[in-house]
């Protein structure tokens, strides 16, 4: 499991997943919807911590700066 999630990409995804747990328990919603937004609060938050997002590697996508030492191998 390779790194593809960089810093300012980690920030915006726990700052998000606040701003969605906040949201969820402030607002009347059903128990359903409050539900969806926490897990993806939670996935927001645990692909945050261990740098890697499955989804970003389904799509060959990477927020993370590569190293030029890096590149060359």
């Known amino acids: 499991m390779k790194n593809n999630i960089g810093t300012t990409d980690r920030i915006l995804r726990i700052a998000l997943s606040v701003i969605l747990i906040a949201f969820s328990i402030s607002v009347n919603l059903s128990n359903f919807i409050r539900i969806i937004l926490i897990m993806i609060s939670i996935f927001l938050i645990f692909t945050s911590i261990i740098?890697?997002?499955p989804i970003y590697r389904i799509f060959?996508?990477?927020s993370k700066k590569i190293d030029p030492l890096e590149r060359r191998k």
């Open 51 to 53: 740098g890697f997002c």
């Open 60 to 62: 060959n996508f990477n």
